[in-house]
């Protein structure tokens, strides 16, 4: 396939069509996602953020057609059915959760834009919008070649989001030294920490120098002694920089098991993921500085505030994926004529809307994403 590299401003494309753009058709998008039941917030976000894009776009013959998929995978793929067959939907926004896509390949000719992050055991007609691994993985390689870190070590837990972090690294260029998996168990965490630092080691490294200064003849032994007793350990250790693959308080407890094991973000540089700026990180001097990548923040805050104006409380980070997929769409279907086909979702094509510039090739979609980090009490920017 011919391949379209394009760069475009969907914020602008969106809201700045002339009459002669449209199609005389209507051009009808499903939107499945949860509007009743324990998620129904969430969904009705998603339908809010759908209906901004929608205004912006200003095209009376552009539909979102919103269902209720109520987190289930049966009704997610009864709806869908309903949408496709009764009422020619070819593009459907959701579902949230990849559980929720469960059955969707039962409705092959319908593109899925899941709102979900993880690509791994995707049927063929999902494509995973949120920001994934892959894209955060792309961004702290970028990171660690910025600032000449070479002996990277990688924390993944052993949860259900292992095999998505492996299977990125495998897809992006990042040069790990070592890779080590821990259990989310703080009682069993501390433990597992201390051996991939070499504590043990370090802290007898200290115990035997007091020893020896001790012993010794030393006319400064005092106060050699005394910078001694300050310390914690002695010795280096074989990393410069640690990935830590966790979010909330499994963050937490990665750090501050490092900190017990004297390796504080004083002495080498901590990096998460994408952390969408949670404001306790800030907060937490332990953590700081902290660095992940994560969409543009400039753009997230304006959304929210937007968001905010028309439904009285900001927009969260769904709602906002949920915007730029809407309009996405838009292009791509414009880009061909109005003519819906599962080729515009594979040829490569690049935009740069609210979050930030991705791209889309082969059903999947990657952010080129921006770099914070959490410091001095707020977030700043680094590329």
């Given at each position: 396939?011919?391949?379209?590299?394009?760069?475009?401003?969907?914020?602008?494309?969106?809201?700045?069509?002339?009459?002669?753009?449209?199609?005389?058709?209507?051009?009808?998008?499903?939107?499945?996602?949860?509007?009743?039941?324990?998620?129904?917030?969430?969904?009705?976000?998603?339908?809010?953020?759908?209906?901004?894009?929608?205004?912006?776009?200003?095209?009376?013959n552009f539909v979102i057609m919103p269902r209720d998929s109520k987190s289930d995978p049966i009704e997610a793929l009864k709806v869908a059915k309903d949408l496709n067959l009764n009422h020619d939907v070819e593009i459907i926004v959701g579902p949230v959760f990849k559980d929720s896509a469960r059955f969707l390949n039962q409705v092959s000719n319908v593109t899925f834009f899941s709102l979900s992050n993880i690509l791994e055991n995707n049927h063929s007609n999902i494509i995973s919008s949120g920001v994934n691994a892959i894209s955060q993985f792309n961004a702290i390689d970028k990171f660690l070649l910025k600032y000449k870190l070479e002996r990277t070590i990688l924390l993944i837990p052993n949860s259900k989001f292992k095999n998505e972090v492996e299977n990125a690294l495998k897809l992006t260029e990042i040069k790990i030294k070592d890779k080590f998996f821990y259990d989310t168990d703080p009682t069993i965490l501390t433990s597992q920490i201390e051996k991939v630092t070499r504590y043990p080691q370090r802290k007898q490294n200290l115990l035997d120098e007091i020893k020896r200064v001790k012993n010794s003849n030393d006319p400064n032994k005092e106060k050699k002694l005394e910078i001694l007793n300050k310390k914690d350990t002695i010795g280096g250790i074989n990393f410069d920089s640690v990935v830590i693959a966790d979010f909330d308080q499994n963050l937490r407890s990665v750090a501050t098991s490092l900190l017990y094991t004297d390796v504080s973000s004083k002495r080498v540089q901590y990096i998460s993921l994408n952390q969408w700026f949670d404001e306790t990180l800030t907060k937490d001097e332990t953590l700081q500085p902290i660095y992940f990548p994560s969409v543009n923040k400039k753009n997230f805050e304006q959304f929210k505030s937007e968001y905010a104006n028309i439904f009285g409380k900001p927009g969260n980070k769904i709602a906002f994926l949920s915007y730029d997929i809407v309009g996405l769409i838009y292009y791509l279907i414009y880009k061909n004529d109005f003519i819906i086909e599962k080729k515009i979702f594979n040829e490569k094509s690049r935009f740069k809307g609210k979050i930030g510039t991705f791209e889309i090739e082969n059903n999947i979609i990657t952010h080129d994403l921006s770099f914070y980090s959490a410091e001095d009490g707020e977030f700043k920017k680094i590329f």
């Open positions: 396939m011919k391949i379209l590299i394009k760069f475009f401003l969907l914020v602008f494309f969106i809201s700045s069509f002339g009459q002669n753009c449209f199609s005389n058709e209507k051009i009808k998008v499903g939107l499945v996602v949860p509007l009743s039941g324990e998620f129904k917030k969430i969904g009705q976000s998603i339908l809010n953020s759908a209906r901004l894009a929608v205004n912006k776009i200003d095209n009376k």
